[in-house]
């Protein structure tokens, strides 16, 4: 019901202002996850994690400066600056797992140009926390 909920808004909300924002090449900043994802402008979509590919067209939705981006098959994120996120998995009520190699509830993509910067920053917390 929930997912029915979240598609029917992302349909109803979809913005093709949102298309030239979104695209390019993402990847994840964390090494335990090696997962990319390509957009092109016209909303095709390329998730490579090296064993799996899923391809497809996406939709977008704005909604308070924040763009909502439904996939396929279930997935959905968020874009917010550079960042997409994703819920890869459930619980115990809805179970579920996306992307399988990637033992990580949340997945974020960075956009490939601003990946170096956010390793960077990424490493330096880590780093002050030891």
């Known amino acids: 019901m929930i997912k029915t909920l979240i598609i029917l808004f992302f349909l109803f909300f979809h913005s093709a202002y949102s298309q ?3 695209k390019g ?6 090494s335990k996850c090696k997962l990319n994802l390509k957009i092109a402008a016209n909303n095709y979509f390329v998730f490579d994690s090296g064993k799996k590919k899923v391809k497809g067209i996406l939709k977008i939705s704005k909604e308070d400066n924040i763009l909502y981006i439904d996939f396929i098959n279930g997935i959905g994120g968020m874009l917010q600056n550079d960042t997409i996120s994703i819920q890869n998995s459930g619980n115990t009520v809805n179970e579920y797992t996306h992307f399988k190699e990637c033992d990580e509830k949340y997945i974020h993509l960075v956009k490939k ?3 170096r910067v956010m390793k960077d920053r990424y490493c330096n917390k880590k780093n002050k926390k030891k």
């Open 25 to 30: 090449d993402y990847s994840t900043i964390d």
């Open 113 to 115: 140009n601003n990946v």
């Open 20 to 22: 030239n924002i979104i």
